[in-house]
Structure formats: structure tokens, C-alpha cells
């Protein structure tokens, strides 16, 4: 009999992704969705990087460097650098994504059954890069009443076994939309300095921070250069999601060394997604302004009409594009597949992306949704009036308010 790995059969279906079936049906049935569950932004690219891609005049696309081409590794050295960041080209190594980045960290630092500490809710695909490396997560939970704050150090401590190899910080974090601030990263930085773990830091949302401090990144924490892998993208910064480039970067040298050989392994990066985000680096600051600007438009709309809902809370999201919502509903999976199967206002419904699959810990999540505010505001107000009437008739409303 033909049977599947383990590791396959543990698997999750992506929460994001599961529910396309049924958009796709809905869709088929004449009903438009509005998509508020994935982070695919509506946001054009760059046009530097878009006509790097029409304008080259490549005669053959070869394999890049394993490493990533060095002039885009060099850019990108010197656009880390003028972010405080100090660190030179060799210390960068180019992925297929940002997802990958953290795959690959996890692969060369961590041998089966070690321990990873991650604060939930979390996103989702941390899981499946777990399980693919024999990884165990020790969740933390952040919860959604006092704005997922970052838990004490105590609350960390506890959690930290002879196991425990390092900590995964997303930071603006997807799913909640949490910034945290300096002196927050600063004593994760003490956790990680007194028990000599590694700090996976997540920071693909870096450009998408809403106060006005600068963005704090774990590679800015002193004495702590071996311990941080910051793991990036250009999916989002630069609204590049399919041309899959993203970065490990590290000071450690013996990591980055592992990096490389399992880069070749892989043979490279794709040579087109290299040009594309090697362009977008000469993007000018007016680009990340505007952008900013109509993020922050997008999300003071979204919380402001969210919780004129009965029932619905919201907390303001200070990075990223994601707003994680508590919902009065029994089960915001079955919620989101109703929204697809059974409803639709005036011809249209919204896709939502249910919370549970982002959580570790079974139960977490159940009545919390992601939603992106990925949409302009005119499509976000059709989008809410939507869940607004189907939080009326759903039959698993509940009666918290």
C-alpha cells in the first residue's frame, strides 16, 4: 500500500488558503468576494523594479550565485545600513521568499525535538516550517483583551527548557498588527543574551510601522550579534509577493556559512525576482510615504467602522496591514465558510481569514478573524457592510457584546 511521510500527514492546511474552494464556487455563482484574507496588497510595485524586469536585455537566464547576485546583496547591505543595521553583504544571503528565509534558519540551527518559543497567535505557516524540521513550538499566548502585549520575562523564562533553542519575533507582527517597541525588543534581547538562545526575528513588515518612533529591529540589540537571524522580504515593502525574494541575514558566520550550503542545495533564488527587488531598492522615500499614508487611511477606517458592530472587538493594529477581530460568533471557521456558502449582500460577501489556524494551542482563536486591509477604502466599505449584515442573521451569532 502507497502511504504518505508522517511529516505529510501533519501538514495543516493553510487557514489563508482552505477557503478558496469555496470562493472560487461563489464566485462561480455570480457573487463577488472581497478578499480581506490574505496579505496580497493592492498597492503597485515600484515602477523601478517593474521595468528593470521589461527593460533587461538578459541573453540567457542563468543560475544566480547561490548567495544571491552580489550587486543586489551589496544594495541591500547598504540599505540595511541606513537603517542602523551594520552589517556587509557577505553577511546576507538571498531566499525564495521570506518564508524560506525561516524555513533555512530553522533547518541549520535546530536538531530534531529541539524547542522553539513562539508567541501566538503567530503566522500560520510557522507551523508547517515546525513540523518539515522536526521542531517543537512551545507557544505563548498573547491575547487579544489587552492588545497582545509581549509577555514579561518571567512568562518567557517558564517556558524555557535544556531544549529551548531560540524564540521567533514577528515584528510589526502578522496576524495582531503589534508593534513592539524598543524596550520590549530590548528585553527579548536579555532572555536570548542570559540563556544563549537565537532570536529569529521576523521583520518582512519593517516599512509598515504607524507612530512616531522608528522601527526598532532585533539586530539593533548590542552583544547579541551571533544570537539574531533576521529573516526579510520584498513581498510587502515593496509589494513584489510574486517575484519570491526575500533574505536571511546574520553576523554569525558560522550560520551564515550553514545558510550557504543549503542555498546550494537549492541551487538559487529566481534571476527575475533578484532583478525586480535589486530595481525596487532606488524606489524613492516618496513611494514609502504614500504608501504609508494610505495604509494608515485604510486602517483608521477599518477599526473605526469595525467596532461601531455590536459585539466586535478591535484593536488598533500600530503595524503591518492586518487587524486581528474577536467576532460574536460560535466558530469564525464555519463562520468564514458561511460568508462563502450561504450569504451574500446585494450579489456580494467577504472572505475572512479565521484565527484558530494561527494559534498553537487547540481552542485559542475560535471566535477571531484576520482581515487584511489590503483594499482601498471603497471596496473595505462595501467589505464591512457585508460582514455587518451577516453578523445579523448568522445562525452560530452569539450574545456577547
Known amino acids: 500500500m502507497l502511504t504518505l511521510s508522517k511529516k505529510a500527514m501533519m501538514l495543516p492546511a493553510s487557514p489563508i488558503r482552505k477557503l478558496v474552494p469555496y470562493a472560487d464556487a461563489a464566485k462561480k455563482r455570480g457573487i463577488q468576494v472581497y478578499h480581506l484574507n490574505i496579505g496580497q496588497p493592492d498597492i ?66 535546530c536538531d530534531p525535538d529541539d524547542e522553539v518559543i513562539v508567541l501566538e497567535p503567530f503566522y500560520t505557516n510557522y507551523n508547517s516550517f515546525a513540523i518539515v524540521n522536526d521542531v517543537r513550538f512551545v507557544p505563548i499566548t498573547t491575547c487579544i483583551d489587552n492588545g ?79 544570537n539574531v537571524i533576521l529573516c526579510d522580504s520584498v513581498s510587502k515593502r515593496y509589494s513584489l509577493c510574486g517575484v519570491r525574494i526575500g533574505a536571511v541575514v546574520s553576523r554569525n558566520k558560522e550560520v551564515m556559512n550553514a545558510v550557504l550550503r543549503y542555498s546550494q542545495a537549492r541551487l538559487c533564488s529566481p534571476a527575475y525576482g533578484q532583478i525586480a527587488a535589486e530595481a ?11 504608501v504609508k499614508e494610505e495604509y494608515i487611511r485604510r486602517r483608521d477606517f477599518l477599526v473605526e467602522n469595525l467596532r461601531t458592530i455590536p459585539g466586535v472587538l478591535c484593536p488598533t493594529p500600530m503595524g503591518a496591514f492586518y487587524a486581528a477581530v474577536r467576532l460574536p460568533v460560535d466558530d469564525s471557521d464555519r463562520f468564514a465558510q458561511w460568508l462563502l456558502e450561504e450569504f451574500s449582500y446585494n450579489g456580494k460577501t467577504v472572505m475572512v481569514a479565521p484565527m484558530a489556524g494561527f494559534y498553537a494551542t487547540p481552542g485559542k482563536g475560535r471566535d477571531e478573524v484576520r482581515i487584511a486591509y489590503v483594499l482601498k477604502i471603497e471596496d473595505l466599505r462595501e467589505a464591512l457592510t457585508c460582514l455587518k449584515e451577516a453578523l445579523k442573521v448568522y445562525p452560530g451569532r452569539t450574545q456577547t457584546a
Open 44 to 109: 503597485e510595485s515600484p515602477v523601478e523594479a517593474l521595468n528593470a524586469v521589461k527593460e533587461n536585455h538578459l541573453k540567457l537566464v542563468a543560475y544566480p550565485n547561490s548567495a544571491g547576485n552580489e550587486s543586489y546583496r551589496k544594495g541591500l547591505a547598504r540599505y540595511y545600513q541606513n537603517i542602523g543595521i551594520d552589517v556587509d553583504y557577505t553577511d546576507i544571503n538571498i531566499t525564495t521568499g521570506g518564508s524560506e528565509a525561516l524555513q533555512i534558519a530553522l533547518t541549520v540551527t
Open 148 to 226: 497582545f502585549a509581549i509577555p514579561s520575562i518571567e512568562e518567557f523564562e517558564r517556558h524555557i527548557t535544556p531544549r529551548t533553542k531560540g524564540i521567533i519575533i514577528c515584528n510589526p507582527c502578522n496576524p495582531t498588527g503589534v508593534l513592539y517597541t524598543r524596550d520590549e525588543i530590548e528585553k527579548l534581547g536579555d532572555i536570548a543574551r542570559k540563556h544563549n538562545l537565537y532570536i529569529y526575528s521576523d521583520e518582512v513588515y519593517r516599512e509598515f510601522c504607524y507612530t512616531d518612533e522608528p522601527h526598532y529591529s532585533c539586530m539593533h540589540i548590542k552583544g547579541l550579534e551571533n
Open 280 to 290: 525596487a531598492l532606488n524606489a524613492p522615500e516618496s513611494y514609502f510615504k504614500a
